[in-house]
């Protein structure tokens, strides 16, 4: 049990293919509160999308199986509850955005149909009362509700997106989980589709979990920050203790490839190398083939998360005394 609104423990989710076993989730912690925001950064492949896939239970098995861990929503741990009891908090108590609007409504009902159903399925109310419903629902986003009757392709990208967005928040959910929701729309659209987002998250004091790889909509967006390497989060904060004092060096690596407008820099300063291949995890600290204070212990042992202050953790052996700090090369 845990009275955390979410609390995520030592999760592990493994994919098991004839090429191998992607080790893509390795014991994540996490905490969100209610009506907080959390952004999940981190590169395509981080383990990401697989970290929200496990909350709603949505892992494709096979390939997919949670390995290991807990996931408490409201104190009961989702991996307890049966099918029927998790069909209960999908939709109506968690809600979750897919970052192609295209890809996430159906192309042969209307948009009022669409936002209507899910009332519908979730709410004890007549037909009547969906439908009148759905349009509330697209005026909340922005659209004239006299359009619920128009097809998605009659709609742009951005006005597709908050279409979804109103679907999720169709039944008022607790938790909204957002995956790269504004990735496949343009900057100016991106923006107008975050702040709707901000704007309703605060007017139901809905939770959101919101995965994306880029900084600045976490910065928009969120209150904390949990940075993922190789499906581990290396470092987890407030905005403020991140953007100010970022602690991990793959953190202060993605700092260092953004282009900073106040500094003039001959050129940025991208982190070396890649990402490891999933299926064949570096020992020790994921990080150390790219890291340039990795030392031998990092490569031999794990390390565990140190708390450098209130809400400021890291996963490195630079905070317990074990590792000193290189000069940076430019
Ligand atoms: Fe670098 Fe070692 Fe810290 Fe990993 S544990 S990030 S390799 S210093």
Redesign the pocket.
């Known amino acids: 049990m845990s009275n955390e609104f979410l609390k995520i423990e030592n999760l592990h989710i493994h994919y098991v293919t004839q090429e191998g076993t992607v080790k893509a989730v390795n014991g994540i912690n996490l905490e969100l509160e209610k009506g907080e925001s959390l952004g999940l950064v981190g590169e395509t492949g981080a383990g990401k999308t697989t970290t929200a896939l496990g909350v709603l239970r949505l892992i494709p098995d096979p390939p997919g199986k949670i390995i290991d861990g807990n996931i408490y929503f409201e104190g009961k741990d989702v991996l307890d509850l049966t099918e029927e009891e998790m069909r209960k908090i999908r939709g109506n108590k968690v809600s979750m955005i897919f970052q192609d609007p295209m890809t996430s409504l159906n192309p042969v009902m209307t948009v009022g149909e669409q936002i209507a159903e899910v009332i519908e399925i979730h709410e004890d109310v007549t037909s009547a009362e969906a439908k009148e419903k759905s349009k509330e629902m697209l005026e909340l986003v922005g659209i004239a509700g006299n359009r619920s009757n128009e097809y998605p392709h009659q709609f742009s990208g951005g006005m597709k997106q908050r279409v979804v967005i109103a679907i999720a928040l169709a039944c008022s959910p607790e938790l909204l989980i957002a995956d790269e929701p504004t990735t496949a729309l343009d900057v100016t659209i991106q923006a107008q589709v975050l702040d709707l987002m901000k704007n309703l998250k605060e007017e139901f004091n809905t939770a959101m979990l919101l995965i994306t790889h880029d900084l600045g909509v976490v910065a928009e967006a969120c209150d904390k920050v949990a940075i993922m390497y190789a499906g581990e989060i290396?470092e987890f904060a407030t905005i403020e203790n991140l953007f100010t004092d970022p602690k991990?060096?793959?953190t202060v690596g993605l700092f260092g490839s953004i282009p900073n407008l106040e500094e003039e820099v001959d050129r940025l300063n991208p982190i070396k190398g890649l990402m490891p291949d999933p299926t064949e995890l570096p020992s020790?600290?994921?990080?150390?083939?790219?890291?340039?204070?990795?030392?031998a212990?990092?490569?031999e042992k794990q390390?565990g998360d140190t708390d450098v202050k209130e809400n400021h953790r890291?996963?490195?052996?630079?905070?317990t005394g074990?590792?000193e700090?290189k000069e940076e090369e430019k």
């Open positions: 290396v991990h060096p793959y020790g600290c994921k990080f150390h083939p790219r890291c340039p204070h990795a030392e212990i990092c490569a390390p890291v996963r490195c052996f630079l905070y074990e590792v700090r």
